[in-house]
Each structure stands twice: as structure tokens, then as C-alpha cells.
T-cell receptor, first 114, second 113 residues
Framework: NAGVTQTPKFRILKIGQSMTLQCTQDMNHNYMYWYRQDPGMGLKLIYYSVGAGITDKGEVPNGYNVSRSTTEDFPLRLELAAPSQTSVYFC?????????????FGPGTRLTVT | AQSVTQLGSHVSVSEGALVLLRCNYS??????LFWYVQYPNQGLQLLLK??????LVKGINGFEAEFKKSETSFHLTKPSAHMSDAAEYFC???????????FGQGTELSVKP
């Protein structure tokens, strides 16, 4: 299993541009998550999904959109990028059964908006 | 709502010394608690988890944590630090709705030779 994979690893955007961060997992996990990590702030949840076709907002959803058309994929869309979206983005997934709450994380995407 | 507080954003120890990273949680229900480690430029990796079984939980790389309900704490320890332990450590509590994890702000561990 490759686990959780994310592309790209790095990206520089200009203000106002858009992009999609890709996330794929091959563990047949039903729950998937997007976090952003800023220095000294821990991880903040952007969006999450409990299954294909179902998404919900997390703590910091403004400026982002998601979709979940398949179990494996959970892309994060940035529209009209702003400097405040400069961050490291992590995708995670979990199976969520029999009290298994452990989340598995991808390697991250480092995004800079200038 | 659940929350997590990690005391100390940066901890420095000498190689071979005890590592103690502090985590306090707030939860209205019996919590599920986690410690994750993040090495530079990598994703998060699970160190250990508490899921209401034994209160002393052993994890990878010689780390362990003790759940103390009376103190609402879940501190991470390792008897003898190694240079390879230098990383950022995150404590997290599980939130029932949506299976979400609430993370603390992280503690960066430095290990001096």
C-alpha cells in the first residue's frame, strides 16, 4: 500500500490564481480530512468527508472547496489564492470502525502565495 | 467541545536525558488521545494512542504516555533521549462528530549532544 499520497509537494501561486491539491488513499478508508499547518498553530481542520459524496466544513473552510466523488480521492480546491493561504497542507484518512480513530497522514503540500 | 493544550512550544534536552512533553485535554466524554510525531519536512506519524484500555500506553521508539483522568493529562515520556528524537510532537483528542482530531499547538523537541 502506498498509503496517503499528495501532489504536488511544493507550489508557488500568485495572488488570485487557483489550484487543486490532490489527495489519494489506497487503504479503502471511508473518512478523509484536509488540514493546514501554520507555525506554532498546530493543525487546523479545513474540510472532511465521511464517505463518497459527503463533505462537511471544518474549523477554517473559507477560501477552500472540496469534493469526494470516489472513496480514494479527496481533492482540495483553492479559488482566488491569498497570502493568508500560505501554509503546509496535509491530507489524512481513517477507517473509522471498531473504535479505530487513528488518522494516517500524507507527506504534505507546501504552498506559498505571493 | 474537546480541546488540547501542550505546555511548552519548545523543549530542549541532552542526549540520554529524560524526555517529558506535557499535554492536557478537555473533554466531556471519555477521551481517545493520541501522540503524533513530525520529522522535518514530513507528514505526521502515530507514536501511540489511548483508547480507554490500559492507562499506561507504550508506543514506538521507546515512548510511552500515561492517561491520568484526575489531572486530565496525557504526558509523553521517554527515559533516554536520542538525537533521532528531535522532531515536533503533537497531542490530539478525538472528537466524536465526524471522527475529527483536535490537535494541540505542538512541541518542538531539540536534543543536544
Amino acid at each position: 500500500n502506498a498509503g496517503v499520497t499528495q501532489t504536488p509537494k511544493f507550489r508557488i501561486l500568485k495572488i488570485g490564481q487557483s489550484m487543486t491539491l490532490q489527495c489519494t488513499q489506497d487503504m479503502n478508508h471511508n473518512y478523509m480530512y484536509w488540514y493546514r499547518q501554520d507555525p506554532g498553530m498546530g493543525l487546523k481542520l479545513i474540510y472532511y468527508s465521511v464517505g463518497a459524496g459527503i463533505t462537511d466544513k471544518g474549523e477554517v473552510p473559507n477560501g477552500y472547496n472540496v469534493s469526494r466523488s470516489t472513496t480514494e480521492d479527496f481533492p482540495l480546491r483553492l479559488e482566488l489564492a491569498a497570502p493568508s493561504q500560505t501554509s503546509v497542507y496535509f491530507c489524512a484518512s481513517t477507517r473509522r470502525d471498531r473504535q479505530n480513530y487513528e488518522q494516517y497522514f500524507g507527506p504534505g503540500t507546501r504552498l506559498t502565495v505571493t | 467541545a474537546q480541546s488540547v493544550t501542550q505546555l511548552g512550544s519548545h523543549v530542549s534536552v541532552s542526549e540520554g536525558a529524560l524526555v517529558l512533553l506535557r499535554c492536557n485535554y478537555s473533554s466531556s466524554v471519555p477521551p481517545y488521545l493520541f501522540w503524533y510525531v513530525q520529522y522535518p519536512n514530513q507528514g505526521l506519524q502515530l507514536l501511540l494512542k489511548y483508547t480507554s484500555a490500559a492507562t499506561l500506553v507504550k508506543g514506538i521508539n521507546g515512548f510511552e504516555a500515561e492517561f491520568k483522568k484526575s489531572e486530565t493529562s496525557f504526558h509523553l515520556t521517554k527515559p533516554s533521549a536520542h538525537m533521532s528524537d528531535a522532531a515536533e510532537y503533537f497531542c490530539a483528542v478525538h472528537e466524536n462528530q465526524g471522527g475529527k482530531l483536535i490537535f494541540g499547538q505542538g512541541t518542538e523537541l531539540s536534543v543536544k549532544p
